[in-house]
């Protein structure tokens, strides 16, 4: 974790920042728990790259533009009236986003989708007018066609622009450069009909020649310089249009688990860099496309990097955009919204000498039920579940063995769930007093398990997709505790891989395995990993290996493990699984 101090000096005069305008709004992230898991989509990606630019300083406050939901009329310009209808069913979104349907709150989803288009469009229209570049972070929907949706994207929102536009009186070329590691299927169908769309793209996956698009098929791995070549030979094609779109896709870097190219961050910086000077005069809207890797928020933040100020500075590789957030949010909360502080009264001090019974529990000493609902409140948890369907939260909190208990429910369908339940304790690991969490379980109990979803080990109920979440939420209030860690032991793969943002194991070999076991099974969904690693069907060296439930701490001070013992491990162990 890095603080943002020094950074935000370094950054704060950016001399070449532009006047771009960034489409942005905390809805782009799809309420579908079971995305993270299923599917390998970071659903935050917007967020943090918002965060970043915002917090970074590349692009001013004033530029965050709030886009609206389109509307069914334009939606109906490009897209039949089947797959209209058809979005307004579970099992039709559940497809594209490959999930259970018992996981798609509908009113929702759509809701996310059609801001995105509303971005797209809003975006379209404020570079006509501004001439200045426009950034959309959801969006690049391109593998939509009129009447058939697929590939996670239900709609094609720059079609849709193109034709209302159109509609609305825009004459003149207008060029869509579609950088995403695959196929612009979706655009070359809905854009058949109009003469006056120029679509070049570069993939790295063959899927044929596609009517009206100038497509260069990419060979597996290509990586930057060859990369760059390419790029430069179909910029030299592209007519100097009235209009561009620019998909900037983040599946081009090595390790996406869809995309096929090779590209370094540094790579897909350059790639930015190179179009937004070729496009410099030219009103040019930015979208993200794909992008399934952990780096892929950074390739989209560099995006917003390159368009607002042509900047090629590197965002740090161990910045964690969610512990700076949850940082500031922090900072903005005052103890005593978390606890009961201040002068005692008169009946505090008869609780504490033992003559009136406590009215308060207070969990570790410090939070009291409101102050948790508060923070779960200021950290975005209550609208995150609100949108998966959950309402009226309430926190309880109790005495559980060892330690203490914490657990928030609300209400759906007439009825109250268990949501999230913790079991934390002070405790002393390796000479640090740290928070130790003894339980955690975050719970989706509307979701059910499917083929899509099978039950992961240790799970009675479907989880949130919040596990990020409520880990950084943990560590925050470790420092506010005065302790110097978060610690807890994963009974399983997924657990670990769900934390391996914040938390290391303590034993450093332990995480060098830990680290060689995440790089071997990249290209397994997580799922089957996880599934696989406890059914001891994945061998180390050989051999079959069995889970080490070891202890993994999230270090708030330093970190005492030492990274050279890490990586002599990393290097020296080798997983191989067999999925035949
Ligand atoms: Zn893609």
Same mark, same amino acid.
């Given at each position: 974790?890095?603080?943002?101090?020094?950074?935000?000096?370094?950054?704060?005069?950016?001399?070449?920042?532009?006047?771009?305008?960034?489409?942005?709004?905390?809805?782009?992230?799809?309420?579908?728990?079971?995305?993270?898991?299923?599917?390998?989509?970071?659903?935050?990606?917007?967020?943090?790259?918002?965060?970043?630019?915002?917090?970074?300083?590349?692009?001013?406050?004033?530029?965050?533009?709030?886009?609206?939901?389109?509307?069914?009329?334009?939606?109906?310009?490009?897209?039949? &009236? %089947?797959?209209?209808?058809?979005?307004?069913?579970?099992? *039709? !979104? #559940? /497809?594209?986003? +490959?999930?259970? $349907?018992?996981?798609?709150?509908?009113?929702?989803?759509?809701?996310?989708?059609?801001?995105?288009?509303?971005?797209?469009?809003?975006?379209?229209?404020?570079?006509?007018?501004?001439?200045?570049?426009?950034?959309?972070?959801?969006?690049?929907?391109?593998?939509?066609?009129?009447?058939?949706?697929?590939?996670?994207?239900?709609?094609?929102?720059?079609?849709?622009?193109?034709?209302?536009?159109?509609?609305?009186?825009?004459?003149?070329?207008?060029?869509?450069?579609?950088?995403?590691?695959?196929?612009?299927?979706?655009?070359?169908?809905?854009?058949?009909?109009?003469?006056?769309?120029?679509?070049?793209?570069?993939?790295?996956?063959?899927?044929?020649?596609?009517?009206?698009?100038?497509?260069?098929?990419? &060979? %597996?791995?290509?990586?930057?310089?060859?990369?760059?070549? *390419? !790029? #430069? /030979?179909?910029? +030299?094609?592209? $007519?100097?249009?009235?209009?561009?779109?620019?998909?900037?896709?983040?599946?081009?870097?090595?390790?996406?688990?869809?995309?096929?190219?090779?590209?370094?961050?540094?790579?897909?910086?350059?790639?930015?860099?190179?179009?937004?000077?070729?496009?410099?005069?030219?009103?040019?809207?930015?979208?993200?496309?794909?992008?399934?890797?952990?780096?892929?928020?950074?390739?989209?933040?560099?995006?917003?990097?390159?368009?607002?100020?042509?900047?090629?500075?590197?965002?740090?590789?161990?910045?964690?955009?969610?512990?700076?957030?949850?940082?500031?949010?922090?900072?903005?909360?005052?103890?005593?919204?978390?606890?009961?502080?201040?002068?005692?009264?008169?009946?505090?001090?008869?609780?504490?000498?033992?003559?009136? &019974?406590?009215?308060?529990?207070?969990?570790?000493?410090?939070?009291?039920? #409101?102050?948790?609902?508060?923070?779960?409140?200021?950290?975005?948890?209550?609208?995150?579940?609100?949108?998966?369907?959950?309402?009226?939260?309430?926190?309880?909190?109790?005495?559980?063995?060892?330690?203490?208990?914490?657990?928030?429910?609300?209400?759906?369908?007439?009825?109250?769930?268990?949501?999230?339940?913790?079991?934390?304790?002070?405790?002393?690991?390796?000479?640090?007093?740290?928070?130790?969490?003894?339980?955690?379980?975050?719970?989706?109990?509307?979701?059910?398990?499917?083929?899509?979803?099978?039950?992961?080990?240790?799970?009675?109920?479907?989880?949130?997709?919040?596990?990020?979440?409520?880990?950084?939420?943990?560590?925050?209030?470790?420092?506010?505790?005065?302790?110097?860690?978060?610690?807890?032991?994963?009974?399983?793969?997924?657990?670990?891989?769900?934390?391996?943002?914040?938390?290391?194991?303590?034993?450093?070999?332990?995480?060098?395995?830990?680290?060689?076991?995440?790089?071997?099974?990249?290209?397994?969904?997580?799922?089957?990993?996880?599934?696989?690693?406890?059914?001891?069907?994945?061998?180390?060296?050989?051999?079959?290996?069995?889970?080490?439930?070891?202890?993994?701490?999230?270090?708030?001070?330093?970190?005492?493990?030492?990274?050279?013992?890490?990586?002599?491990?990393?290097?020296?162990?080798?997983?191989?699984?067999?999925?035949?």
């Amino acid at each position: 974790m890095l603080g943002l101090g020094p950074l935000v000096t370094r950054l704060a005069s950016w001399l070449h920042r532009r006047d771009v305008s960034v489409w942005y709004d905390r809805l782009y992230r799809l309420p579908l728990s079971g995305i993270e898991a299923t599917a390998g989509i970071e659903p935050r990606r917007a967020d943090f790259a918002a965060w970043w630019l915002g917090a970074s300083g590349a692009v001013a406050s004033g530029a965050f533009r709030r886009p609206h939901r389109i509307s069914y009329e334009n939606l109906a310009r490009v897209h039949a &009236p %089947e797959l209209l209808e058809s979005l307004g069913r579970p099992e *039709a !979104l #559940a /497809a594209i986003f +490959s999930v259970d $349907p018992s996981d798609v709150p509908v009113d929702e989803v759509m809701t996310t989708v059609r801001l995105a288009c509303g971005g797209t469009l809003g975006a379209a229209r404020e570079t006509l007018h501004t001439r200045a570049p426009a950034l959309n972070l959801l969006g690049g929907f391109h593998h939509a066609a009129p009447a058939v949706a697929g590939g996670l994207c239900p709609v094609n929102d720059v079609a849709v622009a193109v034709a209302t536009l159109r509609a609305e009186g825009l004459r003149g070329e207008v060029a869509i450069l579609d950088l995403d590691a695959h196929p612009p299927d979706g655009l070359s169908a809905c854009l058949a009909d109009d003469p006056d769309v120029w679509i070049g793209s570069l993939s790295g996956s063959d899927w044929g020649p596609l009517p009206r698009a100038d497509e260069t098929a990419l &060979p %597996e791995g290509t990586a930057d310089d060859a990369y760059q070549d *390419a !790029l #430069a /030979a179909l910029l +030299s094609r592209m $007519p100097r249009p009235r209009l561009a779109f620019v998909i900037a896709g983040g599946d081009v870097l090595a390790g996406d688990r869809f995309g096929k190219l090779g590209l370094t961050l540094r790579g897909a910086r350059d790639r930015d860099l190179l179009v937004a000077a070729e496009l410099d005069g030219v009103p040019s809207v930015w979208l993200p496309g794909g992008g399934y890797s952990d780096q892929a928020w950074r390739a989209l933040a560099g995006t917003g990097m390159a368009v607002a100020a042509a900047s090629r500075e590197e965002i740090p590789a161990r910045y964690d955009p969610m512990s700076a957030r949850f940082a500031r949010v922090s900072a903005a909360l005052s103890p005593t919204e978390l606890t009961e502080t201040g002068d005692l009264t008169a009946e505090e001090i008869e609780e504490d000498l033992g003559i009136r &019974p406590r009215r308060q529990r207070l969990v570790l000493g410090f939070y009291t039920a #409101a102050g948790i609902e508060h923070a779960f409140y200021r950290y975005g948890v209550f609208d995150h579940l609100e949108r998966l369907g959950y309402r009226q939260f309430r926190a309880e909190l109790d005495a559980q063995g060892a330690g203490e208990r914490i657990r928030i429910l609300g209400q759906a369908g007439g009825q109250e769930h268990l949501l999230v339940e913790a079991v934390l304790e002070r405790r002393s690991v390796a000479g640090v007093d740290v928070l130790y969490v003894h339980w955690l379980s975050l719970r989706n109990p509307r979701a059910s398990f499917s083929d899509v979803r099978p039950r992961l080990p240790g799970q009675e109920a479907p989880g949130l997709g919040l596990a990020r979440e409520i880990g950084t939420m943990l560590a925050r209030m470790a420092i506010r505790l005065g302790l110097g860690a978060v610690v807890f032991r994963p009974a399983h793969y997924h657990t670990a891989y769900a934390a391996r943002h914040a938390f290391e194991f303590v034993d450093p070999a332990r995480q060098g395995r830990f680290e060689a076991l995440v790089r071997d099974l990249a290209g397994v969904p997580l799922l089957e990993a996880t599934i696989a690693v406890a059914e001891g069907k994945v061998r180390m060296d050989g051999a079959p290996y069995a889970w080490e439930a070891d202890e993994m701490a999230s270090w708030l001070r330093e970190s005492p493990v030492e990274p050279g013992e890490v990586e002599r491990e990393r290097e020296r162990v080798r997983f191989t699984y067999d999925r035949g």
